[in-house]
């Protein structure tokens, strides 16, 4: 009854009431009509609560539960209630409780609501907060900034039981420990570096019983970290693989470094580090060792010792020094291989057994070929100071020189049983060539024994060769 105010004369103006018989496991019940919410239920004289009906078409009442043969519901629907548009100049009170029904609005001054899934709904609207709960000294208690959804609470926030979650982690820190955070000046911006790190809250409570001083924990002060950077932190689960890695190290790149004095973690220059880490000649690059030198063996692994831009390869031993290519399950050897590194021919040295000790000169003179055992050659000009030839052959000609002042010879030794007698065979000392031809048949070749005398066999041996 719109508009009314004091003792209602007749009921009906405000509600309308409808009761039915129900039958076995009925649920929908036809009214004739309602405003949605303004529907109070009663099933045999219970009044059920909303979550036991469902009143949303403005006609029907629908049970959650279907009610059994011959149970009487009473449903009561109330009209929509208008205090006119009057300002109330005095407190308006209850002696019951207040029921809101329905939500609220954006634009509200000042609403009071009630849903379902919300419960309670407040609304309001002002220049500096959109609610604000005051106590009984008229003293602001909590608010919220107009337009924000963000609370600010005036005193101590109390939890007095049960634990003090963030997020879905509860935070086990005594009230103790966490008020060595009292005096801290990281701005909430330098706190907000927390949000993401992904340490859990045991890991946090490595704090728990820290040592550390205000001024101490201070140093976080302006600390510009990621939550990623951070996270390197976490001690069970580093991310220090995540970081970028540097391929060369620049003149003003710094190394973080503990400073085992008690100074902390602190950043040095490449310089100072390298400075302190030997002695002043400690290099950055191994290109910048103009003298280097090996502390042990030289491991190839595998690799091999190269040059580039066709540079030749130079093995400098100092003063009276040789390159010495050692021997181990055999003898010193070096291999050459060809162009391709498909052949290879091996210079090696002779086995222990033949205790050789001595030096081999390679040949002077112009680009050459060295001959061997098993090689076919032609020597050319090649002079033998008194070789042994094992039935040599010539294919041509053998000529037999001994110099300016006499003439060249041959011998023929004796059986070596009967001594060392032999038979020289010595060219004229003659101005002019000669050719003395052999004879073709078996014989022997008569000699002279005097100027005037031939023996009488001799004479007949020459007779015989001359034919």
Do not use: W
């Amino acid at each position: 009854m719109a508009g009314y105010i004091g003792t209602i004369p007749v009921p009906q103006a405000t509600e309308s009431r409808s009761v039915f018989t129900a039958t076995s496991n009925q649920t929908t019940f036809a009214t004739g009509g309602y405003t949605p919410n303004l529907v109070s239920v009663f099933l045999n004289g219970v009044h059920l609560a909303r979550a036991d009906f469902a009143a949303t078409n403005g006609t029907d009442v629908v049970l959650a539960v279907g009610a059994a043969a011959d149970d009487t519901v009473e449903i009561i629907a109330f009209n929509a209630f208008e205090a006119s548009s009057s300002v109330f100049t005095a407190d308006v009170g209850t002696s019951g409780t207040f029921l809101p029904e329905g939500d609220t609005a954006a634009g509200d001054d000042a609403a009071v609501g009630y849903t379902a899934a919300e419960g309670l709904i407040l609304t309001g609207q002002g220049s500096t907060s959109d609610v604000t709960i005051k106590n009984d000294a008229d003293a602001t208690v909590m608010s919220i900034a107009t337009g924000t959804t963000g609370a600010t609470f005036a005193g101590d926030v109390i939890v007095p039981d049960g634990d003090f979650i963030l997020g879905s982690t509860a935070v086990t820190s005594t009230a103790a420990e966490l008020n060595i955070l009292d005096g801290v000046t990281s701005t909430a911006a330098e706190l907000n570096i927390l949000d993401g790190v992904t340490a859990t809250a045991t890991e946090l409570n490595l704090i728990d019983g820290v040592t550390a001083t205000t001024a101490e924990l201070n140093i976080l002060d302006g600390v510009t970290s990621t939550a990623a950077e951070l996270n390197i932190l976490d001690v069970s689960n580093s991310t220090i693989g995540d970081l970028s890695e540097i391929s060369t190290a620049a003149n003003d790149d710094v190394i973080i470094a503990l400073d085992t004095s008690g100074g902390g973690i602190k950043k040095i220059t490449r310089s100072t580090f390298l400075a302190g880490s030997g002695s002043s000649s400690d290099i950055a690059n191994v290109v910048e060792d103009t003298t280097p030198q090996l502390g042990g063996n030289l491991d190839m692994n595998g690799k091999d010792i190269v040059t580039t831009s066709n540079a030749t390869l130079d093995l400098a031993p100092n003063g009276t020094g040789t390159v010495v290519v050692r021997g181990n399950t055999n003898s010193g050897a070096i291999t050459y291989n060809c162009e391709s590194n498909s052949h290879g021919q091996k210079i090696q040295a002779q086995p222990h057994s033949a205790s050789a000790t001595n030096t081999m000169l390679l040949p002077e003179g112009a680009n050459s070929t060295l001959v061997s055992r098993v090689s076919v050659d032609t020597l050319t000009n090649k002079t033998l100071t008194t070789p042994v030839l094992t039935t040599p052959i010539a294919n041509a000609g053998v000529q037999l020189k001994n110099g300016s002042t006499s003439a060249g010879f041959l011998e023929f030794f004796e059986d070596s049983d009967n001594g060392s007698n032999k038979v020289t065979l010595i060219g004229p000392a003659s101005t002019a060539d000669i050719t003395l031809t052999l004879p073709a048949t078996a014989g022997t070749v008569a000699t002279e024994e005097a100027a005037t005398t031939i023996a009488a066999d001799e004479a007949t041996a020459l007779a015989i060769a001359l034919g």
